[in-house]
């Protein structure tokens, strides 16, 4: 009884700290998303000052955007040790390639701005930006084909996680961040450059589904046990909700983009990324490391884990609301003939 | 080299080359922060615009520290988990539960605020900037707080206890307040300020040697001196309480410190070696120049009090001595350099008043070569500090508890190899950069603009209409 008792509360909490970091990943993913989305598309704009503009409309805030991304690895550190220290290890390159691409896009950021050689440090923005986003999608891809995990050691090889699966998971997560790239932009442009993001936001959009068709078809025919778990009734109903939303907010998106819509597509892109979010957490829920590992295997103490909750819970109200503060702080068009200075 | 294929070796090696880069940025940032909200404040409450010019300025030197420290120290995080893996799983219960704190509470803080710090002067009102600048110091005192005691707690691990492989929290105010935590947040936020009044003091001394903008940069010279003449001897006294404690927590790295390989006989004391040739194969020093009873007087206050010497543990719980020993003699010299240099300034400035004018400061070219030469002394310093500290942990990752080999991922040493230089090439790259750019900031100079409104509260007496430049 009293072990029942205490694993029923180790469930509770590993669940809870499971959907808090989920909570963050859907920030994180969003937020640095369109930045890195933004970085990608600064590649294929020909003259400097509208890649300058585009980077200026992100100058306040990626630094806070990246920053979830360290939230998450601190959150996921102390409340599931056993996912860090073999997922991490199991994707090594693409996570360090990932780090690579992170900071050349960061120091570029700063470079740009006191450097008399613009050209050079806005390609190194793009080209680090590409290079994250890719390795973004690597890391999903190899996580998602499976860290092989035993006894609490990674037990797989080194270039595991590349796959033609992977492959796939790479270009769609590229084009979801361009396209939320794209949609940010209608937000903060206007003129040619919103032009632009518009004629190009219906291929992207394409390409994004295309990608993520692929891997929701993908998934169970090599999964078995997803297989069952999608297409058993009742849960094929449940299950069949998330693809058909994901769907629909296609059709809304590409409507709102050809009515010239500025916030909509946005709204309807950051939709899509929640609700593919949604379907590989409910695919994969309980497990934590698809195949190997459970939440409930993973997770830290229920000391540990309460007094993160304690610290860290009662927090998160505050930190949505100044990152909020800041986005409303620098609310409103970018100008690409004055760019703001420090 | 045998060494290069040790995949221990080429993780503890990436590891302690990222810890060495990212610590060189974020010290100045700490203490650049509480010196621009000070600036910062002064203007608010004076409404004089040389504290608005002077914070302008400073923030440029900020902003690219802060920029390569934040990338920088990204990779530090992620190697817990790439190259670490065993070390993360097993103490993941208390290290990874303060990095969690850190992130979410400090990190997530200072970036919140950050971008309204640097690009928020037209935007927001004198006191919501100045707001967002005492959250942007307060975050990075606070991430330096959590860092420091999730390190202090690698170096002097207290409130665990290991059960099946994993370190097990028996008390999490024990293991927040572990016996090094003082000593090592005390000497290390010390660091931060001491290095940032070196660098605003240098910087200074720079434009006065050159005859550049000296009624601007005179007075930032002696208020960061001053300050000095309180934190450097500060400093030394804080290490020298960190040392004493050493010999209870961590005794073999003391020993590995003063190279002293036998502990002293009732009675006498242990001598200290101002220069020594260790020799671990045989358990002593080849050569070595001592002062008799010094070690004994440092450590316990008393000339013959007892100091353990490294012979008292097995060769295989000895740390390297090498290392520990020289780079704690280089850190104790820049530091002492650095107080000789306040002292001496304080010194001109009271008794020599008529030289220390704007017209005539520029005549003291010793004085300000010295103050420039501080730059890299305090650099200096807070490297070798950090050598000392975690060099002389070794051969554990968690002291007595888990030994680093034990911590290690097993990867491929031709992926180590790969990601290695990947890191030495990058950030030596970003590194040179900073440099470069650095010395555009300074050749450019302040800039003496109009702040973007005045300070809030004094408004009401300002009798001209306030230029607005039209939001962008």
């Keep these: 009884m009293d072990v029942i008792a205490l694993d029923s509360t180790h469930h509770l909490l590993a669940t809870i700290w499971f959907l808090i970091i989920g909570l963050f990943m859907v920030i994180y993913v969003v937020l640095d998303g369109f930045d890195l989305g933004v970085g990608v598309l600064s590649l294929f704009v020909g003259d400097e000052p509208r890649r300058a503009a585009m980077m200026s409309s992100l100058g306040s805030i990626w630094d806070a955007n990246e920053t979830w991304l360290v939230v998450i690895g601190g959150t996921l550190f102390g409340a599931f ?18 780090l690579l691409g992170f900071m050349l896009r960061g120091v570029s950021f700063e470079f740009h701005e006191l450097s008399t050689n613009k050209p050079i440090w806005s390609f190194t923005f793009g080209l680090g930006s590409l290079i994250a986003a890719l390795a973004q999608g690597f890391t999903l891809g190899g996580l998602l084909n499976g860290v092989q995990v035993v006894n609490g050691v990674y037990a797989g090889g080194t270039m595991d996680w590349l796959s033609p699966f992977s492959v796939f998971v790479a270009i769609g997560v590229v084009a979801g961040y361009a396209m939320l790239g794209s949609t940010y932009l209608i937000m903060k442009s206007r003129g040619m450059m919103q032009d632009a993001c518009f004629a190009r936001g219906q291929w992207l959009a394409l390409t994004m589904m295309v990608a993520a068709a692929v891997v929701t078809v993908w998934t169970p025919l090599q999964f078995p046990a ?7 009734v009742p849960n094929v109903y449940y299950f069949a909700l998330l693809p058909l939303a994901a769907l629909f907010s296609l059709v809304m998106l590409l409507r709102a983009l050809k009515n010239r819509s500025e916030v909509a597509p946005f709204v309807w892109t950051t939709l899509i990324f929640l609700f593919s979010f949604a379907g590989l957490a409910a695919t994969w829920f309980p497990y934590i490391i698809p195949g190997y590992i459970t939440i409930d295997q993973a997770a830290a103490s229920n000391n540990t884990l309460v007094f993160m909750l304690v610290g860290i819970g009662m927090l998160i109200p505050v930190m949505i609301t100044y990152n909020i503060y800041q986005y409303v702080v620098f609310r409103g068009k970018v100008d690409p003939d004055n760019t703001h200075t420090y | 080299m045998d060494l290069l294929h040790n995949p221990e070796f080429l993780s503890r090696a990436q590891f302690g080359f990222i810890a060495l880069f990212h610590i060189l940025w974020p010290p100045l940032t700490i203490g650049l922060a509480l010196i621009l909200f000070g600036l910062e404040a002064a203007w608010v409450k004076t409404g004089k615009v040389v504290y608005y010019h002077q914070a302008r300025f400073w923030t440029k030197i900020f902003l690219i520290n802060f920029g390569v420290g934040v990338i920088s120290g990204l990779p530090m995080e992620f190697s817990f988990g790439t190259n670490w893996g065993p070390f993360s799983i097993a103490s993941g219960d208390f290290f990874g539960n303060i990095l969690g704190f850190e992130t979410a509470m400090a990190f997530m803080l200072e970036a919140g605020f950050l971008g309204i710090m ?8 004198a006191g919501m900037h100045l707001f967002a600048t005492g959250m942007v110091a307060f975050g990075s005192t606070l991430s330096a707080f959590w860092i420091m005691v999730a390190n202090s707690w690698m170096q002097t691990p207290s409130g665990v206890e290991m059960q099946n492989g994993k370190l097990a929290i028996t008390s999490y105010f024990d293991a927040i307040f572990n016996p090094d935590l003082a000593h090592g947040f005390g000497h290390m936020f010390m660091a931060c300020l001491e290095i940032s009044l070196v660098v605003t003091a240098g910087v200074s001394a720079y434009y006065l040697l050159n005859n550049r903008h000296r009624d601007f940069f005179l007075p930032a010279f002696k208020w960061s001196v001053l300050s000095l003449v309180l934190v450097a001897p500060l400093q030394i006294l804080i290490g020298d309480s960190a040392g004493a404690a050493l010999a209870q927590t961590q005794p073999a790295k003391l020993a590995a410190i003063e190279s002293l390989w036998h502990t002293n006989k009732p009675g006498e004391g242990a001598p200290w070696a101002i220069l020594a040739a260790p020799n671990p194969a045989a358990q ?6 001592t002062v008799p009873d010094v070690t004994s007087l440092i450590v316990t206050h008393s000339l013959n009090g007892t100091v353990q010497g490294l012979t008292d543990f097995k060769p295989a719980d000895q740390p390297p001595v090498l290392i520990p020993f020289y780079g704690f003699r280089v850190m104790v010299a820049a530091g002492g350099f650095i107080a000789f240099m306040a002292l001496t300034t304080l010194w001109l400035l009271w008794r020599r008043r008529e030289r220390m004018q704007p017209a005539s400061v520029g005549q003291n070219k010793w004085l300000l070569r010295g103050w420039m030469l501080a730059i890299p002394a305090a650099y200096i310093a807070i490297e070798a500090g950090w050598l000392v500290r975690e060099v002389g942990r070794q ?3 968690v002291y007595g508890m888990m030994r680093t080999a034990q911590g290690v991922s097993k990867i491929s040493v031709a992926v180590l190899q790969w990601s290695l230089l990947s890191f030495v090439v990058f950030y030596s790259a970003i590194g040179i950069a900073a440099l470069v750019f650095m010395r555009g900031v300074l050749r450019k100079g302040p800039v003496f603009e109009d702040p973007p409104h005045q300070p809030a509260r004094h408004a009401d007496i300002v009798t001209q209409p306030v230029v607005v430049g039209g939001g962008h």
Excluded at chain 1, 226 to 232: D, G, H, Q, T, Y
Excluded at chain 2, 284 to 289: G, S
């Design chain 1, 226 to 232: 997803i297989f069952a778990r999608w297409l058993s």
């Design chain 1, 81 to 98: 040790p056993l996912v860090y220290g073999t997922v991490l290890h199991g994707l090594y390159i693409p996570v360090i390639v990932m």
């Design chain 2, 284 to 289: 002593k020093n080849d050569w070595e120049i």
């Design chain 2, 118 to 125: 640097l690009f928020g002067w037209k935007r927001v009102s």
């Design chain 2, 395 to 397: 051969p554990w990752i």
